[in-house]
């Protein structure tokens, strides 16, 4: 059985994958999201809970 090639193509107009960011457009719900998760929401309200020594600490990340 003989393998078989993609014929090679001078020119093929995508050289790397594209990126995600050419596929949802600005203002898109997604972007926010992902804005809001890497900005990290703000938990010093919960772990300012967390002020005795006792038991066991706060599960942080």
Do not use: C
């Not at 993609?6 to 600005?26: G, H, T």
């Not at 938990?43 to 967390?50: A, E, R």
């Amino acid at each position: 059985m003989a393998k078989t090639f993609r014929d090679w193509n001078l020119n093929q107009a995508i050289l790397l994958p594209p990126s995600v960011r050419d596929f949802v457009p600005e203002g898109h719900l997604a972007r926010f999201i992902r804005d809001l998760v890497s900005q990290g929401p703000d938990l010093s309200v919960i772990l300012n809970v967390y002020t005795k020594e006792k038991g066991y600490p706060p599960i942080t990340r």
